[in-house]
Each structure stands twice: as C-alpha cells, then as structure tokens.
C-alpha cells in the first residue's frame, strides 16, 4: 500500500534544491578539491580494471589496455544514450 503523502514533505524539486545548497555549502568549505574527490575517482577507475581482469590474472599493461577501452565503451555508450533522449525530447516522444 503506498505512503501517503504528508503536506509539510518536500517536493521532488525542493529536494533537488536541498542537496544543491548541501553540495554548495560542502564545496564552500574545501580548500582543495581535486583531493577531496581523489577517493572517488580513484574507485571509479578501479571499477574498469575489475570488470575487464576481475581474478586479476592480466599483466598490468594488458589490463590498462583493456581498463581503458572499457572506459571508451561506457562513455560512448552515455554519448549515444544522451542523443537518443534528446532526439526523443525533439521528436515530442
């Protein structure tokens, strides 16, 4: 049975505009940015070793090679998902 929605609960868009003003606050703070995102970007490319060698097999040199084009293929794959949505947006689908 679905929630009821309480009248004082935020909207979807006073949500979006509550976490902008936390990221805004957050990043008001931090002096150095590149650092404080290091973690994440680090895991983000972890992720591209462990799907293309995930026993960890590979020589590092082949599985940087691989890394790599997994990465080309997952940032191609949102460039056509981008264009097709905007296409469909165009055509009023």
Known sequence: MPKKSNPSDPTPVERSMQ?????YERWAKEEDRTAATAAGRKAFEDRFEREVDPEGALAPEERARRAAAARKAYYTRLSLMAAQARRAKRDGR
């Open 19 to 23: 976490g902008r003003i936390a990221a």
